[in-house]
C-alpha cells in the first residue's frame, strides 16, 4: 500500500509539471507573439523599403547622367569649345553638385545615354524631341511624390509647391484669363519643368479653341489642341490691327485766282477684336500714340467707335476670311436737353446705318495671322418707316490699306476672369 501510495504522488508530480510546462510554452509562445511585427507593420516596412529602393534608384541615375554630361563637357573644353562645355558642366552640377568627385576620367561617355543621346544629337542648339516627355520623365527620376515644383532655397513661407495640381491648374487659367492670353502662359512655361508641364494641359487649349471657334469645332485634323490653337488661322486679341490711309486733295482757288492749294491728308483705322466675338472699329485722324489706349475697354467713351461682331469663315479657296458688322452703340435712355422753356428729347433717327467688312486673314514677315486686307466694304441703310435698306457698296481700292497687327501690353496686363 505505501509503495503503490508513492507512486501515486510520483505521477501526480509529473502531471503537475507536464502541464506547468505547458502553461510556460503558451505564455512564451503569446509573449513571443506580441513582439513580433504584424501585418500593418510588416506593410509600412516593405513601403519604407520599397521608397529607399526607389530614391536610391533615382540618385544613382541622376549621378549616372550627371557624369556622362560632365564627361562631355571634358571632351568639349579639350576639343576648345569652351562655351559649349560650360553649358554641360552646368547641367551635371546641378543633377549632382560634388560630381567632379565622383568622376572617373578613364571613361568616355556613352553616346547610349542621356547625355548622347538628348544633347549629343542636338549639340548645336540644345533642343529636345519631344521635351514634355523629357520633363516627365526628369520629375519622375527626381522625386517620388507628385510634386510640381520643388523650393531651390529653404524658407519659412510656404511655398508654390504646397499647393494641390487643381489651384495651380486654376492659377493658370487666371493667368490666361478670358482674353485668352496664351503668351503669358508660354511665359510662365519658362520657370522650372513642372510649369512647363502645367502649361502644356490640354484642357487649357481645348477651353482656348472652343472660345474661338465655338463649342462645335474639333481638333481634326491637328494633333492636339495646342497645335490647334498655334496653327489655325485666328485674328489675334493682345493688340490690335491698324491701318493708316494717306492721300492729297486739291483744296479751293485763292481770292486772287494765282494759286490753288494741296492738301495732305491721313487717318487712320482701327480694328479690336474680342475672344466672345466682339469688335470695336474706329476710323479717325488722330495717331495710334493717343488713341490705342483709349481702345482697351469695351466701355471707351469715345463717340465715334463701331461697335459689333465678326466670324470667320473658310472658303473653298483655303482662305480664312473675317467677316464684320458694326454699327453705332444705341442709347438706352435718350438724352434731354434744355431749350428755352420747352423740354425736348434728342430726335430718334429715321434710319439704322450699320457697315459690312469683309477681311482676309494672312501672315507676313515673322509674326502669324498679323495682316488683314480688304475684300468688302458697305453701308447698309435702314429707314424705320418702311423697313427697306438700301446697301452702297465701296470700291476697295489703293485707299482701303491692309491692317497689321500691334500688340498692346496694357490690353492684358490684368484679369478680369478666369479662362
Given at each position: ?74 571632351e568639349e ?9 560650360i ?20 571613361r568616355?561617355?556613352?553616346p ?12 548645336g542648339?540644345?533642343?529636345i ?23 531651390e ?6 511655398h ?27 511665359q510662365l ?27 462645335n ?12 490653337f ?38 487712320y ?8 466675338g ?8 488722330e ?52 431749350k ?37 466694304h ?42
Open positions: 500500500m505505501n509503495s503503490g501510495g508513492v507512486a501515486e504522488e510520483g505521477e501526480d508530480e509529473n502531471t503537475d509539471d507536464s502541464h506547468l510546462q505547458l502553461e510556460l510554452s503558451a505564455f512564451r509562445a503569446q509573449w513571443m507573439s506580441e513582439l513580433l511585427p504584424g501585418p500593418r507593420y510588416g506593410e509600412a516596412k516593405r513601403r519604407l523599403l520599397g521608397a529607399a529602393d526607389q530614391k536610391r534608384r533615382q540618385e544613382l541615375a541622376r549621378e549616372e547622367e550627371a557624369r556622362e554630361l560632365f564627361l562631355k563637357a571634358v573644353e579639350q576639343s576648345g569649345a569652351v562655351y559649349e562645355a553649358k554641360y558642366y552646368r547641367r551635371a552640377m546641378q543633377l549632382v553638385p560634388d560630381i567632379e568627385f565622383k568622376i572617373n576620367y578613364n568616355s561617355p556613352d547610349d545615354r542621356v547625355g548622347g543621346t538628348y544633347l549629343a544629337e542636338n549639340e542648339d540644345c533642343e524631341d519631344d521635351l514634355l516627355a523629357y520633363f516627365q520623365h526628369q520629375l519622375t527620376l527626381q522625386s517620388s511624390t507628385l510634386k510640381i515644383c520643388e523650393h532655397v529653404e524658407t519659412t513661407q510656404v508654390i509647391s504646397a499647393l494641390p495640381t487643381e489651384v495651380l491648374m486654376y492659377i493658370f487659367r487666371w493667368v490666361v484669363s478670358c482674353d485668352l492670353d496664351l503668351r503669358a502662359l508660354e512655361s519658362l520657370v522650372c519643368r513642372g510649369f512647363y508641364i502645367c502649361a502644356r494641359d490640354p484642357e487649357i487649349w481645348r477651353l482656348a479653341c472652343l472660345k474661338v471657334w465655338g463649342r469645332c474639333t481638333k481634326l485634323p491637328f494633333s492636339s489642341w495646342r497645335e490647334m498655334l496653327e489655325k488661322p485666328r485674328v489675334r486679341f493682345d493688340g490690335v490691327y491698324i491701318s493708316k490711309t494717306s492721300y492729297i486733295r486739291q483744296g479751293e482757288e485763292s481770292l486772287d485766282g494765282f494759286y490753288r492749294a494741296w492738301h495732305q491728308v491721313e487717318y483705322r482701327y480694328l479690336r477684336f474680342f475672344p466672345d466682339q469688335v470695336m472699329m474706329l476710323t479717325t485722324p495717331d495710334p500714340l493717343s488713341t490705342v489706349p483709349r481702345l482697351r475697354s469695351r466701355s471707351t467713351r469715345l463717340e465715334s467707335v463701331l461697335f459689333g461682331h465678326y466670324r470667320f469663315s473658310q472658303d473653298t479657296d483655303n482662305q480664312t476670311k473675317v467677316y464684320v458688322v458694326v454699327a453705332k452703340r444705341k442709347e438706352e435712355v435718350g438724352v434731354t436737353y434744355q428755352s422753356r420747352f423740354c425736348r428729347r434728342n430726335p430718334v433717327p429715321e434710319a439704322e446705318h450699320s457697315f459690312h467688312v469683309g477681311l482676309q486673314l494672312s501672315s507676313g514677315g515673322r509674326q502669324r495671322f498679323n495682316k488683314l486686307v480688304w475684300i468688302h458697305s453701308c447698309h441703310i435702314t429707314y424705320r418707316s418702311t423697313g427697306e435698306t438700301v446697301v452702297t457698296a465701296f470700291d476697295v481700292d489703293k485707299m482701303y490699306t491692309p491692317l497689321f497687327f500691334a500688340r498692346v501690353k496694357s490690353y492684358t496686363a490684368f484679369s478680369d476672369r478666369p479662362l
